[in-house]
């Protein structure tokens, strides 16, 4: 009934937030949710408030969450997220809803979604509803809150603002808050129950006497909201078992997030961030904006820029973990998988199958596609190259390493750090700071340095480039391929067949971006030389191709 007051306080109080002229282009929930300069986000976000509430009302009251950031993207930029009640992304046949609600042109025509919405999804009205939402440390988040919280109001939602904190750490309150007072309850229900949880289980993994850290790590926070929250996870570790010096944390200073710093950065360019000040085999790392991703790095004598990004982690935890379930006697009962994207380097996979001999699963790129392939092994690792990732351990795998009973002190030992590694691995999302830990628990239980660490596999030189084309939704890749193989337009793929077979152990492909406005071309080969020529020849043919979609009347 449209005269219903929750439907007339939606239809008074979207007017406050009208919908921005984004020309002939449709808003998209992409990669990671909804991602663009943040002057077109505040009536995206407040639609976002809507179906949270919604979806929680589906979800038999279990708080929904909301995380306001944009991540690697530039300062400028902002996002919307949902994360659903088990703290993963928010289930996939929902992103249509997103989409729908999210291009409403008008006020009456948002009601009128609305409401059809909760129609088609068989949502009774009055249900209870909760969302608890975050933000990073992008100063148009505040204006976005606004706009979230005018939703929630109108909606009748009961809601809680978690102020400024990491991406996971939402995801992290989310699962908390929906399994209190069950048998799996996963945490205290704030933000210093995180950082409680985390020390406790670090702590309980250095039962080994001669397990050290080697040496401070270095901490590129990407002047983002990483810097406030490792210091405070620091409070909360004794220095001389965990030592982490801060670097990039201006986070007073908006133009510099993520801007010459940050994983991204790192990882893309391959060098060394602004502010880099480590010697030959100091150990670096880079976080995102909001804390996601992490990639190590260290300059080898003489400054050579060596990185260990998201496949060398996967690889390092699959090993140790793999390692660990043998060593605890749950090697008949536990096994392993890995998951990787289109953009794992070669060498990693075969690595992982031929050396680690474990199972290889390829998604599409987006955390939502690789947590869920994860999910269905005993114990899934998955990273994306950029350092997005982490080991989800199945309720098998948990029931199973709480009932073994260890028939020896080694067993004992490995079963132990096992168990306090499925309590330190973020087990919602891929989390910087509890890779960070994780990291550097493995480094120093096998006593190694970055250079033992580098010398698993040599990678294949790679290179990742954005290309700006006029609209990267007419990039359209085979389905099932993993991103591989582009399907439209037709004629790139054929072009890029004929190049990249002249090169020895060539593999390029190329995909819309989900979180901007370009498209991204990889492209690894045997030599260097050879990256840099295929990628110039694919380029030049994107370009050429996709200057046919110029539509001279938009400018
Ligand atoms: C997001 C996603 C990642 C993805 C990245 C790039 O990262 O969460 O899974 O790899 O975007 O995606 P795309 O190539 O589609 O732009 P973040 O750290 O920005 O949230």
């Given at each position: 009934?449209?005269?219903?007051?929750?439907?007339?306080?939606?239809?008074?109080?979207?007017?406050?937030?009208?919908?921005?002229?984004?020309?002939?282009?449709?808003?998209?929930?992409?990669?990671?949710?909804?991602?663009?300069?943040?002057?077109?986000?505040?009536?995206?976000?407040?639609?976002?408030?809507?179906?949270?509430?919604?979806?929680?009302?589906?979800?038999?009251?279990?708080?929904?969450?909301?995380?306001?950031?944009?991540?690697?993207?530039?300062?400028?930029?902002?996002?919307?997220?949902?994360?659903?009640?088990?703290?993963?992304?928010?289930?996939?046949?929902?992103?249509?809803?997103?989409?729908?609600?999210?291009?409403?042109?008008?006020?009456?025509?948002?009601?009128?979604?609305?409401?059809?919405?909760?129609?088609?999804?068989?949502?009774?009205?009055?249900?209870?509803?909760?969302?608890?939402?975050?933000?990073?440390?992008?100063?148009?988040?505040?204006?976005?809150?606004?706009?979230?919280?005018?939703?929630?109001?109108?909606?009748?939602?009961?809601?809680?603002?978690?102020?400024?904190?990491?991406?996971?750490?939402?995801?992290?309150?989310?699962?908390?808050?929906?399994?209190?007072?069950?048998?799996?309850?996963?945490?205290?229900?704030?933000?210093?129950?995180?950082?409680?949880?985390?020390?406790?289980?670090?702590?309980?993994?250095?039962?080994?006497?001669?397990?050290?850290?080697?040496?401070?790590?270095?901490?590129?926070?990407?002047?983002?909201?990483?810097?406030?929250?490792?210091?405070?996870?620091?409070?909360?570790?004794?220095?001389?078992?965990?030592?982490?010096?801060?670097?990039?944390?201006?986070?007073?200073?908006?133009?510099?997030?993520?801007?010459?710093?940050?994983?991204?950065?790192?990882?893309?360019?391959?060098?060394?961030?602004?502010?880099?000040?480590?010697?030959?085999?100091?150990?670096?790392?880079?976080?995102?904006?909001?804390?996601?991703?992490?990639?190590?790095?260290?300059?080898?004598e003489g400054s050579v820029f060596r990185l260990l990004d998201g496949d060398r982690i996967a690889t390092?935890?699959?090993?140790?973990?793999?390692?660990?379930?043998?060593?605890?006697?749950?090697?008949?009962?536990?096994?392993?998988?890995?998951?990787?994207?289109?953009?794992?380097?070669?060498?990693?996979?075969?690595?992982?199958?031929?050396?680690?001999?474990?199972?290889?699963?390829?998604?599409?790129?987006?955390?939502?596609?690789?947590?869920?392939?994860?999910?269905?092994?005993?114990?899934?690792?998955?990273?994306?190259?950029?350092?997005?990732?982490?080991?989800?351990?199945?309720?098998?795998?948990?029931?199973?390493?709480?009932?073994?009973?260890?028939?020896?002190?080694?067993?004992?030992?490995?079963?132990?750090?096992?168990?306090?590694?499925?309590?330190?691995?973020?087990?919602?999302?891929?989390?910087?700071?509890?890779?960070?830990?994780?990291?550097?628990?493995?480094?120093?239980?096998?006593?190694?340095?970055?250079?033992?660490?580098?010398?698993?596999?040599?990678?294949?030189?790679?290179?990742?480039?954005?290309?700006?084309?006029?609209?990267?939704?007419?990039?359209?890749?085979?389905?099932?391929?993993?991103?591989?193989?582009?399907?439209?337009?037709?004629?790139?793929?054929?072009?890029?067949?004929?190049?990249?077979?002249?090169?020895?152990?060539?593999?390029?492909?190329?995909?819309?971006?989900?979180?901007?406005?370009?498209?991204?071309?990889?492209?690894?080969?045997?030599?260097?030389?050879?990256?840099?020529?295929?990628?110039?020849?694919?380029?030049?043919?994107?370009?050429?191709?996709?200057?046919?979609?110029?539509?001279?009347?938009?400018?």
């Amino acid at each position: 009934d449209i005269m219903e007051p929750e439907f007339e306080a939606v239809l008074e109080a979207c007017k406050q937030f009208p919908r921005a002229d984004t020309g002939k282009k449709d808003y998209g929930y992409g990669t990671a949710g909804f991602r663009m300069r943040a002057d077109l986000l505040p009536s995206v976000v407040f639609t976002v408030g809507l179906l949270a509430s919604l979806r929680s009302r589906k979800c038999n009251g279990n708080v929904i969450g909301i995380m306001i950031t944009a991540s690697h993207n530039p300062a400028e930029d902002n996002g919307v997220k949902i994360v659903d009640p088990e703290g993963e992304m928010m289930s996939e046949e929902w992103e249509w809803y997103a989409t729908w609600l999210a291009n409403a042109r008008d006020p009456e025509g948002l009601r009128n979604s609305y409401m059809q919405c909760m129609n088609q999804l068989r949502i009774l009205r009055e249900s209870p509803r909760k969302v608890i939402f975050a933000r990073d440390t992008r100063p148009s988040g505040e204006a976005l809150v606004k706009a979230l919280k005018a939703a929630l109001e109108a909606s009748g939602t009961e809601y809680i603002d978690y102020g400024i904190a990491t991406t996971p750490q939402l995801h992290y309150l989310v699962r908390a808050t929906n399994t209190l007072g069950s048998d799996r309850e996963y945490g205290e229900v704030s933000i210093e129950g995180y950082y409680k949880k985390l020390a406790a289980a670090f702590m309980n993994t250095m039962h080994i006497e001669y397990a050290n850290q080697a040496g401070p790590v270095y901490v590129d926070c990407a002047n983002g909201v990483g810097a406030p929250q490792l210091k405070e996870l620091l409070k909360h570790l004794p220095e001389d078992k965990f030592k982490a010096i801060i670097v990039n944390d201006k986070i007073d200073q908006p133009d510099r997030l993520n801007n010459r710093c940050g994983a991204d950065w790192v990882k893309t360019q391959q060098r060394v961030p602004e502010d880099f000040t480590g010697k030959a085999w100091d150990r670096w790392t880079s976080l995102d904006g909001d804390a996601d991703r992490i990639v190590y790095y260290f300059c080898e004598e003489g400054s050579v820029f060596r990185l260990l990004d998201g496949d060398r982690i996967a690889t390092l935890a699959a090993d140790y973990i793999g390692e660990l379930v043998t060593k605890s006697g749950l090697g008949e009962q536990i096994k392993l998988g890995v998951v990787q994207t289109a953009y794992a380097n070669g060498a990693s996979t075969k690595y992982i199958e031929k050396t680690l001999k474990l199972k290889v699963e390829f998604t599409p790129t987006g955390v939502k596609h690789l947590h869920h392939a994860a999910a269905r092994q005993d114990i899934g690792v998955y990273f994306e190259a950029n350092g997005h990732g982490t080991v989800l351990f199945s309720e098998r795998a948990q029931k199973a390493m709480r009932k073994h009973q260890p028939q020896s002190t080694a067993q004992l030992n490995a079963l132990t750090t096992l168990r306090a590694l499925s309590n330190l691995i973020n087990q919602t999302v891929g989390d910087a700071l509890s890779d960070l830990l994780l990291v550097e628990v493995i480094l120093s239980h096998k006593q190694w340095t970055v250079k033992e660490w580098l010398s698993t596999y040599s990678d294949l030189p790679n290179k990742l480039l954005k290309v700006n084309v006029m609209d990267r939704n007419k990039f359209i890749t085979v389905p099932g391929s993993a991103e591989r193989r582009l399907e439209r337009p037709p004629a790139i793929q054929p072009r890029m067949d004929e190049i990249i077979a002249k090169y020895r152990e060539g593999r390029c492909f190329v995909r819309a971006s989900g979180t901007e406005d370009a498209v991204r071309i990889y492209g690894e080969a045997a030599e260097a030389y050879d990256v840099e020529d295929m990628l110039g020849h694919v380029t030049e043919v994107v370009i050429n191709i996709s200057g046919m979609f110029i539509e001279p009347w938009v400018y």
